[in-house]
Every structure is written in structure tokens, then in C-alpha cells.
């Protein structure tokens, strides 16, 4: 498969993620047929986007790493996919983050599809930020959980504003309550 110059030069950085427009699939009978456009846009809106998507497989390896999580924690798509989700899990939060993982590779069911889920992450350089994502459960054409998608966004700025907000109205309570 020819690699698009844009590709190799790291402006698209979503490993194992080709982009496919100009790939030509063989077809019944040796026919070639071309990917279609609908693919294409996917894995560009995927491989674009500055939401962080990632997929980890039944094991929470990571397979998939867009430029979103590339900004937001920091580590390549070479340096992250493989890796297992500790990467971005501070280890106060990883037994709970396994047992709720493990639950839904088995269950097949998980309310953070709907639901966005608030948890701390944690960056290449040891930062500390605040996420909100939400889940999707990739199924194989047979019907068998092969992982999970999450898109996710950075929301520490607001989490650190509404932390502010609530002091400051604790104090004006406290305040109004003691009659000053």
C-alpha cells in the first residue's frame, strides 16, 4: 500500500489507521474496488480531531490513539499504542478503572455510552487533568466484544473554575450565616 507523503510525515498521527481513499481492496472474482468515501471521512474525522480518541482492546491495551489524545496527554501514537491504559490512569484510580473494565468486557453493558463519566488522568509529564468521556463497545461481525472507544475531553480548566466558585460561595454562606 502506497503511504501518503502527509501520512509519513507525522501530520496525521493515528497509528495502525492508514488513510484509505486511494487504497484499492481486491474484490469477488480478483475485481478491484475502491474503500468507500464514507471510510475515508471516518478515519479523517478520527485522525483529525483534537477530541482525544482512543480504543482499547478486551485486554485495555491500547490500539488506537489519535492526535486529540496526542495533545491532550501528551505521548505519540508510537509511544502509547500497545501500552496498556495505566499509561493515562493515576494509580490511586486503577483498581477501580479494572474492576469497571473487566465488568463490561464481560457484561458486554456500560451506562458510559450515554452517561459522561468525570475522572481524573493523568499526562506524560505527571500532570494531573481532569477528563470527561464516554464510551463505545466495538463489537467483531461475529457478535464478540473486541474493545472499547473512548472519546474524551480535557475539562480541568472548568473543573478548577467550579471548584473556585464553590469556596467563594461557601465563604459568602458562612459569611451571611454569622451576620457580618
Request: proline share 3%.
Amino acid at each position: 500500500m502506497k503511504v501518503s507523503p502527509r501520512l509519513k510525515s507525522g501530520s496525521i498521527n493515528v497509528h495502525r489507521f492508514a488513510l484509505l481513499r486511494n487504497r484499492i481492496a481486491e474484490g469477488y472474482g480478483g475485481t478491484k474496488m475502491f474503500i468507500p468515501e464514507h471510510q475515508w471521512l471516518c478515519e479523517r474525522i478520527v485522525g483529525e480531531s483534537h477530541v482525544a480518541i482512543i480504543f482499547g482492546d478486551k485486554e485495555g491495551k491500547i490500539q488506537l490513539w489519535n492526535r486529540g489524545a496526542e495533545e491532550m496527554y501528551g505521548w505519540t501514537a508510537s509511544e502509547a499504542v500497545g501500552q496498556s491504559m495505566d499509561l493515562i490512569i493515576p494509580e490511586k484510580q486503577r483498581a477501580r478503572h479494572w474492576e469497571g473494565y473487566d465488568r463490561v468486557m464481560q457484561t458486554g453493558v456500560s451506562k458510559y455510552g450515554h452517561n459522561l463519566l468525570a475522572v481524573p488522568a493523568q499526562t506524560k509529564d505527571g500532570h494531573r487533568i481532569s477528563v470527561e468521556f464516554n464510551v463505545c463497545l466495538l463489537r467483531s461481525p461475529e457478535g464478540e466484544i473486541t474493545g472499547i472507544a473512548a472519546t474524551m475531553q480535557d475539562v480541568t480548566a472548568r473543573w478548577e473554575r467550579d471548584k473556585e466558585l464553590h469556596v467563594r460561595l461557601a465563604a459568602a454562606e458562612a459569611k451571611t450565616r454569622n451576620g457580618s
